[in-house]
């Protein structure tokens, strides 16, 4: 059987070549391709390139290939060839090593994120046995996909092997550069550091960097020499392209010959690109193309071996699943459907139609919604525990935030998260973009979305230049690839736990592991206040993260199960009380917080909501009749004295959703607006939220939930798509238009005046 990969071992055979390459498309080596007799292999083809069997005999000691009189070396030793079935083994072994290369990478057990349980080592390869999660086959298989590549480009196995392991090494180790410098992973916009911005790599480098990188490239060396030594004792030198004499199995030799005599481009040693040597490139790129899309063969394929998507943390996302599985899963994400009617004429026509909304709306409005410092504070898992179904507390909560509720505009805010997604409620409240008019496959556009945009725009914008925008969250910046899409959103400062702006008060209360709220506060207050400027601040709190394990000391909440209700768990009970706690004291802080601000001389809005509700309420969960009450957090705008707007309750605020909170911003000020702000007015007041579809367990990160998006009437009362009136139905059909152009389209707003402020 003819093979273009493993070598035969028999001692005739057939150099399939011309006289100066081989049918397979790769070039032989010229050294030792002699027969017993001396005569050139190449000999052995015919005039016409027709592939001649040649009758060789084995040499015998007098004569043959071992030093004998008249023998090919002279007295050399003639080392015999390497069998196919140990060329095999040694592909396995460094495909292993190369894995095991990158895995070391991410494999740092002394992580500060508490988030997360690392896996790192060992681990990686034996949940295949205890747990039955092969992603460590998955990553060998791609990685061996590129291998065989290489293979078939240089056709020598002890080139292509040093050169995988080459790439798989500094990989590895600027994979563990970055993860100690800023925990997070090697992520596709990395790949812009190979371009104009190489500098950047250098951002990567800690102290000590030499001791790992001269120890990389002593295990390299060690590796070369071993390379070495096998090139020498193996007789064909590692080359693939090698046929028997006979029975080489014509329909595979035809398909061979058809493929490699397409050639596109000579390789050294031999090699070269041709469409044989292309399958498993092609094989890798299309993995990577459809990897991300919900449903696909290579999705499906990647979650059958065990590729659990955790992108909240890409270093435990990397752990996980392999260095190389997360990345390629962030490559092509499908973000949306191209709209039927989209072009540059109808984003035209959109702009004609909310420009006019807008100077309609702004004949009354008499402010400008950035002559005022505005602050959004998200509130991490805040909401109200008394209104889950089935739960009793011994005492209220949140009575301060109950009571500023009630002065000023306020409600309920649907949340596409329970128990996690923060980070899609956080980017829809800076962008007035919706999670519910994107495709199923993305799940997370902070990871998969903003890297690779061109054009960004964020309402923080509208406050000018980027000093203007001040961003705090007391943990780490790598959390959802925050600190490098702040800066895409033209944020000056982003103020956490480590990196270039450390957040200056960093308490915590009794045992939590977390920044306290009341810290937080202090650091976004002493910013607002040292300043005359009008600014737009973003607060993103971690006091009341999960997990919620018994943290307080004297805490007086105690959690039951409501009249006629399932009995609560033991855990679930600890879990509530302990996050009933920490809810009542950002409840107090918050109440605190605005006390200080209503003390400037300078007007101030607030936007306060909570994320999501925290994933705790384990038998209230089992309910699907409890969806909506599990996606429902408490929201408020509020404004201090200076501002003019404090006490104003503006109509349709009792139900929203993040991605209008702008548009009620302006409302709640009196504030002009744009085109843009135009349109969300208009669309909030025929849906008043819309998420995509929730589910009461805490979900994955494979896909956005099966099922329709979810859309609330001003009542709070489901709606449906299909029913939409003509308006409503316009409205919807402009919105996605809108959001295809900004994130997935050509950008035709860019150009126009449709964000700009009058």
Not at 302 to 323: C, E, F, I, K
Not at 495 to 513: A, E, F, M, N, V
Not at 599 to 622: C, N, R, W
């Amino acid at each position: 059987m003819m093979t273009c990969i493993w070598p035969i071992t028999n001692w005739a055979w057939v150099g399939w070549r011309h006289a100066n390459h081989t049918k397979c498309g790769y070039m032989s080596d010229e050294i030792n391709d002699k027969n017993d007799d001396g005569t050139n292999v190449a000999n052995a083809v015919s005039p016409s390139g027709e592939i001649e069997v040649l009758d060789i005999k084995r040499a015998d000691s007098s004569s043959g290939r071992n030093g004998g009189k008249g023998g090919r070396n002279g007295g050399r030793r003639e080392y015999k060839p390497f069998p196919g079935w140990l060329y095999g083994v040694l592909f396995v072994v460094f495909d292993m090593a190369a894995v095991a290369a990158l895995q070391w990478g991410v494999s740092q057990s002394g992580t500060r994120v508490q988030l997360s349980s690392p896996v790192v080592g060992w681990g990686f390869v034996s949940k295949m046995w205890t747990k039955g999660n092969f992603v460590f086959v998955l990553n060998l298989l791609l990685i061996g996909a590129l291998y065989l590549a290489l293979l078939m480009l240089f056709n020598r196995f002890w080139i292509a092997t040093p050169v995988l392991l080459a790439v798989a090494i500094i990989v590895g180790v600027i994979e563990h550069f970055k993860v100690s410098i800023r925990y997070e992973a090697i992520l596709p916009s990395d790949l812009g550091f190979l371009g104009s911005n190489t500098g950047n790599l250098m951002s990567f480098t800690p102290p000590g960097a030499h001791w790992i990188i001269l120890g990389a490239l002593a295990v390299f060396l060690v590796f070369v020499a071993l390379f070495v030594v096998l090139n020498h004792v193996d007789g064909r030198h590692g080359r693939m392209i090698r046929f028997d004499n006979k029975g080489e199995g014509g329909v595979m030799i035809a398909l061979a010959t058809v493929l490699s005599m397409i050639k596109l481009l000579d390789m050294p040693y031999g090699g070269s690109i041709t469409a044989l040597s292309m399958l498993p490139i092609l094989v890798f790129a299309l993995y990577c193309i459809h990897v991300s899309t919900t449903d696909s063969l290579a999705n499906k394929f990647s979650r059958a071996l065990g590729d659990t998507p955790s992108m909240w943390d890409s270093v435990y996302d990397a752990q996980r699943n392999g260095p190389l599985v997360s990345f390629t899963r962030q490559l092509n994400p499908t973000i949306m459907d191209e709209p039927s009617d989209y072009s540059e004429a109808t984003m035209k026509e959109v702009v004609k139609r909310y420009e006019a909304a807008a100077e309609k709306i702004n004949a009354s409005r008499t402010k400008n919604m950035t002559d005022s410092t505005v602050v959004y504070v998200l509130s991490e898992s805040f909401s109200d525990p008394a209104r889950v179904p089935g739960v009793k507390l011994n005492k209220d909560a949140i009575p301060e935030v109950r009571a500023i509720k009630s002065g000023t505009t306020s409600g309920l805010m649907l949340s596409s998260g329970y128990g996690g997604g923060t980070a899609n409620l956080e980017y829809m409240g800076l962008s007035g973009l919706s999670m519910a008019n994107f495709d199923s496959s993305l799940t997370s556009p902070y990871q998969q979305l903003v890297p690779g945009q061109h054009w960004t725009p964020t309402i923080n914008q509208m406050w000018g230049a980027p000093k203007n925008s001040i961003a705090f969250h007391p943990y780490e910046p790598s959390m959802y690839s925050r600190a490098t899409n702040y800066k895409k959103f033209g944020f000056a400062h982003f103020y956490t736990l480590q990196g270039d702006d450390i957040i200056k008060h960093r308490d915590k209360i009794d045992r939590s592991p977390y920044v306290s709220d009341k810290a937080t506060y202090q650091s976004a207050l002493e910013d607002i206040s040292s300043t005359d400027s009008n600014q737009f601040i973003q607060i993103i709190t971690m006091q009341n993260h999960m997990p919620y394990n018994d943290w307080y000391a004297d805490n007086e909440f105690k959690a039951t199960a409501a009249d006629g209700a399932d009995s609560l768990g033991s855990d679930e009970v600890t879990a509530i009380d302990t996050y009933a706690k920490g809810a009542s004291i950002t409840d107090t802080e918050t109440k605190n917080f605005l006390d200080e601000l209503n003390k400037l001389d300078k007007p101030v809005t607030v936007v306060f909501y909570g994320d999501h509700l925290p994933g705790i309420y384990e038998t209230a969960s089992q309910d699907t009749n409890n969806s909506l009450a599990l996606h429902l957090t408490d929201y408020f705008i509020w404004s201090n004295k200076a501002s003019g707007s404090q006490g104003k309750k503006v109509d349709n605020s009792v139900y929203s959703s993040p991605n209008y909170f702008v548009a009620q911003t302006a409302e709640h000020m009196n504030a002009k607006v744009s085109p843009y702000l135009a349109f969300l007015t208009l669309m909030h007041k025929k849906v008043s939220a819309m998420e995509p579809p929730v589910v009461n367990k805490i979900q994955g990160w494979d896909r956005i939930p099966e099922g329709q998006d979810i859309y609330l009437d001003a009542a709070g009362n489901p709606m449906a798509e299909d029913e939409f009136d003509e308006q409503t139905k316009q409205l919807m059909t402009d919105y996605k238009l809108i959001q295809y152009d900004i994130t997935a389209g050509k950008n035709y707003l860019k150009d126009t005046d449709f964000m700009d402020l009058p």
